[in-house]
Every structure is written in C-alpha cells, then in structure tokens.
C-alpha cells in the first residue's frame, strides 16, 4: 500500500493516463452500445484511478477473498467506471470482448452492475441511495467480524463512489447518521461533487450544504479536486487514518475532456455521439482506436493489483496459521450448521409436546433462543421496535460504536437504512442478519427487499404485527395488501405461520433458505396452538399442507397464520352439519408453489370447492382457489378498535367461512 505522495511528474502523467483509458472505455462503450451513462465515468476517473491505482486492496486472482477491500459504486448508473476498472485491473470476467458487448443480453457487463453476474461487482446499485447504505452494512460487518477474529483475519476498508443522486435520496440520511453514531471508520465515501443530475444544475433542487449533514452525523469531511489525482490519493490516505467514517467530496465535471457536453447533464445518460467523442480523444491527448488500450497503460494497471496479489498471500499465511482458522472459515459459510437445525428439531418437538398458545410474535422470539446459541452467524436488530418484534433475546449483547463482539443492533426508526444495510451485511460475508419492524413498514424497506432477492441474499425479516388483529392502532398500522405485494416479488419467501410449531419450523426454511430473503410475518395476538403431531417432521417445508383431513371432503378451506384456527373452527362447524371440509395451513405459498403437480393437487384438489380465508386483501389468492373460489379476508383499510372487535366488524368470523363453503358444496 502506498504511503508516500505522488512525487514525480512522470508518475502523475501515468496516473492521468491510467484515468483516461477509463474515459475511453467508458465513452467507446457506450457509443457502441448506443445506451448508457459515460459521463460520470468520465468525471469520476482521476479519483477512482486514485482509489484502485493507489489504494484499493483487491486480487482479481480471487475476487472474494475475505479480508479484501470492498468498492461500491452506489452511482450505479455509472457502470461502466467499475467494468473498465475490472477489466484495465485484470479481471477475468470483463474481457475487452464484454466491454464491447455493455449493456447486451447475457453480457458480464449489463446496464447497471449486477451483483453475482460479474466477479469484483461486490452489490447490485442503480437504485439511488441504496449503494451507500449497503456500504455501511458491509463496513458494520467488517467490525463485528474483526471484533470476533481480530485484526490478523480482519482488516480492510469499505469504500464508496456516491452521486448528488445518492446523497439526495431519503436513505442516504438514514445510513450516513447510523454509520456516523456507530463510528464506522473504516467506510470512506468518495462523492462525485458534480453539480449536476439530470435535469440539470442541482441548485434546480438542492440548497443544503452536504458537507455539513455529513459532519453533524459524525463524520470526518473534506473536499478536493476531484481530477487532481496526487489530492485524492492525499485525501484517501488521511481518510484511513479518520477514527470516524469519511467523506471525501470530489469536485468534479461531468463528462470531463468532452468538448461541449462536459459539465452538461446532456452528457449524464447518452452517447456523446461521433463527433464529441473525436473532439475528446484530441482534448485527452487519447488518439488511439476504440477499445485499444496502449500496453504501457495497461502495464501500469495491472501492476496495480500486484498490492492486492502480496496482501492476499500474507493473509493467507496468516490464516493458515491461525487458531481462528476453523471459526473464520465456518464463518464464511453461506449454508447455517447442522448444529442450529439440531437445536431446531429438539425444540419442535418439544413443542409439540407443551403446546403452547403464544403470538407468533413471541413465537418468533423463542426461537430466536433456540437458534442464537447455536449459530454464531445469526445477527440481527429492530428498527426501535425490539420489544414488540421480539427480535433480541435475553442476554443478547449490543453492537455499540465502543465495541462491536455483540450480535443485536439498535437500527433507530430507518427502516430503508436497516434493510439495506443487512443486505450490506449478508454480501460482506460471516453474518446471517434478521431485521424487524411491523409488517406495515415493510413498504419503507420494500426497495431493500427487492435487491435482497435479486441479488439472492438470505436475509430474514421479522415483520410483526400481521393484520388487523393488532387492534387500536388502527388502519395506518394495520397491513391488508402487503402480503399479497411481498408475494408478488420474485424470490421471496413470505411465510406466515399459524402457531408456534409452524414459527419454528418458518424460521429453520427462512435459515433453509439460501439464495433469497426470507419474510416473517408474525401476529401480535396470541394464538392457539393447532398442531397435533409429534413435531418430528417440518410440515410447513411443503409451503402448505393438510392441517386437518376430513373423510370423502367435498370442499378444502386454506388458511394461513392467525386464521388457521378459524377455518378449523369453520370445519367443525360444517362437520356438525353433515359436511365434510379439508382444512389446509398454507404458512408459505411459493414453497407450495414450487411443489410438483401431484403433491399441490393432493392437497388442493382442482375439482373441490375452495374457500380460503387470510386477514388481508384477495389479491393473488385466486391463483389457489379459482375465480369462483370463497375468500374470507378485507376488502379496505382496517380500523382502530380491540381487537375482539375488529374481526366480527369485517366479517373475518368462522360463520363467514362456514358460510363460503356452504354457498359451494
Ligand atoms: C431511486 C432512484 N431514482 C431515480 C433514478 C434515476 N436516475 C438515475 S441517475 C439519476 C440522477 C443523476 O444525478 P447524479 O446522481 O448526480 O448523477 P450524475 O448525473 O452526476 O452522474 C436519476 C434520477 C435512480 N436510478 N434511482
Ligand atoms: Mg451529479
């Protein structure tokens, strides 16, 4: 790692070159493609040249070794910054051949960077703001994991490339102030000070002063020339040095060495178009042929890996010597141990056996102590609603700024911020994050949601009170669509589990669950508990499964979570009146979903009448009991009242379902 200065002009010709060849991808690229973004790439090149030329510890001969620095280029749209650096730093996956493909079907380099589709793209970014705030779950990670192995296994850097877009965006408050209180100095945020967005200046909208929101939220801040490398590289090597986290604003210009457009948002988001692309290779001095990179360039970029090569090789050796060798590496696993699902099958059957009626809520909470104690990885935390999501458990020690062995995080009220920063979490590596909040919420952390699915991150949400059945809080509280809009994203579980075996068993499928987040939806009012087998198998891993079998049944009632008991109510009932109805607890419908025809059609028959009752909108359950099928649930917004109330108010009864079902046998 460099410590000393840029000293020499011949050395800062060549950095300045280095820069260049990014600006050439980056406008070849996209004039090729005839789509994409070059000029923050073209603005951003002397300080990201700064960064990986000067800094970054990286080995493209193993992009995921642990202790390696993390990039995020939360600016996601500038895409082609990070390909050209991948490819000019010698990544396999970015082939000249896929610079010249960007933005193509099937290319290692599409629109935005997508995470797991291209090695070195450490997270998905293109949504503003998000980038940042997974940075900071990556740089939380890095302490909470240094804090268990120490500073031999761990000990490097998270660092970023934000926009004004990024900074402009609700979640960049939510992340900078967390990352700030729990002093994560180890995350150093290089902003493309540019002045522009797209619809021009940013004066058309921002007044405030960035440096300043930075510093009161605990923040090291300084600001330089963001095309004078030897001051980015200066400012980068006293960031390290911060015992806060650190912006560096980069005043920079769009679209830099573009003759007409530079400093323009005409530059933001098109081709620069043949001529201005000729106009720049004469201002860069850059007279060669697209996509042809001099050898001695190249030469200069490749031998800034070679940091990262010697780095990797001494962490290594560390390890192997390590007596934290078999914990670390344990750490690194991205599948739970067997010892956290031997600890889960015990404790089903226990349950079986006690039978108890609890919330789900709490529920939820009694597994958390079952699985906590025998899994290190488990971390998690509430968006301030700890007592009421039931996410810490006794004894459960604290993250804090003044030590980071703890496994429990107090996320604040930011729920945006808690969710992507998980996500930040899951990506670094060594931690399984859980986050709660109310199922309501969900909508402030839904864009998190989003990129934990597409970007296959097994993070848990424990999102509690479920329904209506929350009670006085009333409508802003209660949820109706947001099952149904959970549902709808793809690669999400959702599991609402009906009792507190079913919680059990929901939670070892979300720990199941690899390559996808997992949702929680837990009930805040007790329920009954409605299992009556041993508890030796997981019933809910099926998504969905015959709770209560009737003999010859001429109609199937589903239920999920706090309305299993209805429909078994529902049942009985119409059994005393001569008919006999299958009750089905559905605790995870895209488990079910994935079942073969056979086991579906044994449990949901195509040819029975169905009815199927859940406290929140229709909406997708047709898809399960038909058009014509019977549906017991809410139509609108809930209300405040107890909740003995609320259910017989919206119809939400067993006569209602007994009724349904009646209509149909
Ligand atoms: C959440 C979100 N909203 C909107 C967009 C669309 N968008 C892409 S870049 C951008 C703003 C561009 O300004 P800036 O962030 O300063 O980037 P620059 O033009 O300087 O590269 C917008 C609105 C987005 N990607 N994400
Ligand atoms: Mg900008």
């Not at 440096?211 to 001051?231: E, M, N, Q």
């Not at 109706?480 to 599991?495: Q, T």
């Not at 139509?635 to 209509?663: K, Q």
Request: glycine share 10%; charged share 20%; proline share 5%.
């Amino acid at each position: 790692m460099p410590n000393t200065a840029i000293h020499t002009d011949d050395e800062a010709a060549r950095l300045g070159k280095m820069a260049n060849a990014i600006r050439a991808l980056a406008m070849d690229a996209v004039q090729q493609a005839n789509s994409g973004h070059p000029g923050m790439p073209m603005g951003m090149a002397d300080a990201a040249t700064a960064l990986w030329a000067r800094h970054l510890k990286f080995d493209p001969a193993d992009p995921n070794w642990p202790d390696r620095d993390r990039f995020v280029l939360s600016a996601g749209h500038g895409s082609m910054l990070i390909y050209a650096l991948l490819h000019l730093t010698g990544f396999a996956d970015v082939t000249i051949n896929e610079i010249k493909n960007f933005r193509q079907m099937g290319s290692k380099t599409p629109g935005h960077p997508e995470f797991g589709r291209t090695s070195g793209v450490e997270t998905t970014t293109g949504p503003l703001g998000q980038g940042i705030a997974m940075a900071v779950g990556m740089a939380l990670a890095e302490r909470m994991a240094q804090a268990r192995f120490g500073d031999d296994l761990v000990d490097h850097h998270t660092f970023v490339i934000a926009s004004d877009g990024d900074l402009q965006e609700g979640i960049s408050h939510e992340a900078i102030s967390l990352a700030g209180h729990l002093k994560l100095n180890r995350l150093i945020v290089l902003w493309d000070d540019n002045e522009i967005s797209i619809d021009g200046g940013t004066e058309l909208s921002e007044s405030g002063d960035v440096l300043k929101r930075f510093d009161a939220a605990g923040w090291t801040v300084s600001r330089v020339d963001g095309h004078d490398i030897a001051a980015v590289d200066g400012a980068l090597a006293a960031a390290k040095l911060s015992d806060k986290p650190v912006l560096i604003s980069c005043r920079t210009t769009i679209g830099f060495g573009a003759p007409t457009k530079a400093g323009k948002s005409s530059c933001h988001g098109a081709p620069l178009g043949d001529e201005e692309i000729a106009g720049t290779r004469k201002a860069l001095n850059w007279f060669h042929a697209p996509f042809d990179i001099p050898s001695d360039i190249r030469a200069d970029w490749a031998a800034s890996a070679a940091r990262g090569q010697a780095a990797r090789a001494e962490w290594m050796a560390r390890l192997n010597q390590s007596p934290n060798k078999a914990a670390f590496d344990a750490s690194q696993e991205r599948v739970a141990p067997q010892s956290v699902f031997d600890a889960l099958a015990v404790y089903r059957q226990q349950l079986s056996k006690d039978r108890p009626a609890l919330a789900s809520r709490a529920a939820s909470g009694k597994t958390l102590e079952v699985m906590i104690p025998a899994m290190d990885a488990l971390a998690g935390g509430s968006a301030d609603l700890t007592g009421s999501n039931l996410t810490k458990i006794k004894g459960q020690p604290l993250v804090t700024s003044d030590g980071y062995s703890g496994s429990y995080i107090h996320f604040g009220i930011r729920e945006h911020g808690m969710a992507a920063c998980a996500n930040g979490m899951a990506l670094h590596g060594g931690f399984r994050p859980y986050i709660g909040t109310f199922l309501v919420f969900a909508d402030y952390c839904r864009p998190a949601i989003r990129l934990s699915a597409l970007m296959e991150q097994s993070v848990a949400y424990v999102f509690t009170h479920d329904s209506i059945g929350l009670g006085e809080d009333g409508p802003t509280h209660q949820p109706v669509e947001h099952l149904a809009s959970l549902r709808a994203i793809p690669n999400v579980h959702v599991f609402r589990p009906a009792d507190a075996l079913e919680t059990a068993e929901c939670w070892e499928m979300a720990l199941r669950h690899n390559t996808g987040p997992s949702i929680l939806a837990l009930s805040r009012q007790k329920l009954p508990f409605v299992r009556e087998d041993d508890g030796s198998e997981n019933k809910s891993a099926r998504g969905a499964y015959i709770l209560r079998e009737a003999k010859d049944p001429s109609g199937v009632i589903v239920a999920t979570g706090s309305e299993v008991s209805l429909a078994i109510e529902a049942a009985e009932a119409l059994s005393a009146d001569g008919i006999a109805v299958r009750v089905v607890s559905a605790p995870c419908l895209e488990l079910f979903a994935q079942q073969d025809a056979a086991y579906r059609e044994s449990v949901v028959p195509k040819a029975l009448p169905k009815v199927a009752v859940e406290a929140a909108a229709r909406f997708g359950w047709d898809a399960w009991i038909g058009c014509d099928g019977g549906f017991v649930g809410m139509t609108g917004f809930g209300a405040s009242a107890p909740i003995a109330d609320l259910y017989g108010h919206f119809g939400i009864t067993a006569e209602r379902v007994a009724e349904e079902m009646r209509n149909r046998v």
